[in-house]
Nanobody
Framework: VQLQASGGGLVQPGESLRLSCVAS?????????ISWFRQAPGKEREWVSC????????YYADSVQGRFTVSKDIAKNTVYLQMNRLESEDTAVYYC?????????????????WGQGTLVTVSS
């Protein structure tokens, strides 16, 4: 499944951004768990959030719990990551990934075929 993330930009601490993740072709995202990952400069990629197949549940890393919300618009075949109260530590390239598995698996699975990410910079 080819996904493309977009919506990044430069914002000040405390502001919000909404990232989008769009699937190519006729892929039905309802059949996949969708995770957001991020990679900050000089750091390893880390898991951020996951929406389960069928939208039954959501999971978040402790660092973003309460500030980020993942959701899906199936009509647009798009998954969103609403990021509120952004902090400088949120600066990273954000990626989305789809997998026919559980979110608990996606958190630690190694992926190789990363699509285009989107850069989020939080700075005053």
């Amino acid at each position: 499944v080819q996904l493309q993330a977009s919506g990044g930009g430069l914002v000040q601490p405390g502001e919000s951004l909404r990232l989008s993740c769009v699937a190519s072709g006729s892929t039905n995202l309802d059949s996949y768990a969708i995770s957001w990952f991020r990679q900050a400069p000089g750091k390893e990629r880390e898991w951020v959030s996951c929406l389960t197949r069928g939208d039954f549940d959501t999971y978040y890393a402790d660092s973003v719990q309460g500030r980020f919300t993942v959701s899906k618009d199936i009509a647009k075949n798009t998954v969103y990551l609403q990021m509120n109260r952004l902090e400088s530590e949120d600066t990273a390239v954000y990626y989305c990934m789809a997998d026919r598995t559980f979110c608990t698996i996606m958190k630690t699975r190694s992926y190789h075929d990363w699509g285009q990410g989107t850069l989020v910079t939080v700075s005053s």
